[in-house]
């Protein structure tokens, strides 16, 4: 009987994105961390919403999180 080696789950992509009930992947987006006082209001406004990721970056951080 030949056995399918499982994947081991990466902990980095599970700390920096978050999977939903209905399978999306979320992330924050970047940019936000430092070099703010350039950036108008609406821009880190926006930055502090999260992002979907789509296509086969999502399948593959999917994959990544072992969920």
């Known amino acids: 009987m030949a056995t399918t080696v499982k994947k081991k ?6 700390k920096r994105f978050k999977k939903t ?3 999306k992947i979320l992330h924050n987006r ?3 961390r430092h ?4 950036k108008t209001r609406k821009q880190k406004r926006h930055l502090r919403s ?11 951080l999917s994959l ?3 969920k």
């Open 21 to 23: 009930a209905t399978g």
């Open 30 to 32: 970047p940019g936000h």
């Open 50 to 60: 999260l992002s979907q990721a789509t296509g086969s970056i999502a399948r593959a």
């Open 9 to 14: 789950t990466i902990k980095a992509v599970t």
């Open 35 to 38: 070099l703010a006082a350039s």
């Open 64 to 66: 990544s999180m072992g």
